[in-house]
């Protein structure tokens, strides 16, 4: 078997703080990946230029296509993000532990504008804090680390990070995806995050300060945890706060808006996606 099909698995410990607290160890979990990475495939957006600059896809829908120099020495290392109006947008979260799929089978299974993977999991598929699809909770709240991406029936659509404002049962969710850990607190803050320096392919999401949801991918593995932290928050992109999302293998993006066609597929199949669908209401 060539180098290329061969999984091995790699022990993937994240350590998060915020604002100079210290330390606070997070769970561990054995995460499938596969070297080397493979390329993403977008048909739209040159992936070689330095900044794409924002181009309007579809209604509520911008993609921005950058390649980073410095991240990786004589590299320059691509990036793509979406910028979404939630006003015109929904977040759907589907989840399916016994049926884990391919991200691309997730999208031809249910078309949407935009997707990408979700949050943690273990080895058998379940995933490793709470999840809500379509208004039914499944699993259970990191309690003093992570983030969550939340939605309400309403549209609201916000990133509320669990160690300074907690999960309340009493709230009720649309849909809502937790994982860990932050990489910008509110504010613009960079966490402070103890990742071993270990690089890896990463999905993230973020809000702006403008109210506006951010998804952010490298399909390469360029960044630490750390150095994700440190470029979001330093990054134009006017960030007000970042989730890090499952990376390296289970990283994947696919946008289907206008003219625009990506296509990062994850390496290994996903038990929960994040996927982006016209406001219908």
Not at 92 to 104: E, I, M
Request: aromatic residues 8%; proline residues 7%.
């Amino acid at each position: 078997m060539s180098a290329t099909l061969k999984w091995m698995w790699v022990l993937a410990v994240a350590l998060a703080t915020g604002c100079g607290k210290g330390a606070t160890p997070l769970p561990t979990r054995l995460v499938p990946t596969r070297m080397p990475t493979i390329a993403p495939s977008p048909t739209s957006t040159e992936p070689g230029s330095a900044d794409s600059g924002w181009v309007v896809a579809a209604r509520g829908i911008e993609v921005r296509n950058l390649a980073v120099a410095g991240v990786v020495p004589d590299t320059a290392t691509p990036i793509y993000a979406v910028r979404l109006d939630p006003a015109l947008v929904r977040l759907r979260v589907r989840y399916a532990p016994d049926t884990p799929q391919l991200l691309r089978t997730w999208v031809a299974a249910h078309h949407p504008l935009v997707a990408i993977n979700g949050g943690f999991f273990t080895a058998d598929n379940q995933a490793t804090a709470l999840i809500v699809a379509d208004g039914e909770a499944h699993g259970a709240s990191y309690a003093g680390f992570g983030g969550m991406l939340a939605a309400s029936a309403d549209g609201r659509v916000w990133i509320q990070a669990l160690r300074e404002e907690p999960y309340d049962p009493a709230v009720r969710l649309d849909q809502a995806i937790q994982s860990f850990p932050m990489l910008v607190y509110p504010g613009g803050v960079v966490a402070e995050i103890s990742d071993n320096g270990q690089r890896a392919r990463r999905t993230a999401v973020a809000m702006d300060r403008a109210g506006r949801l951010l998804i952010i991918v490298c399909p390469t593995s360029a960044f630490s945890l750390q150095a994700l932290a440190t470029w979001l928050a330093s990054s134009d992109l006017e960030i007000d706060r970042a989730l890090n999302f499952d990376g390296g293998s289970s990283s994947g993006l696919f946008v289907d808006a206008g003219d625009v066609r990506w296509q990062i597929d994850s390496f290994t199949t996903l038990p929960s996606v994040l996927l982006i669908e016209p406001r219908t209401s």
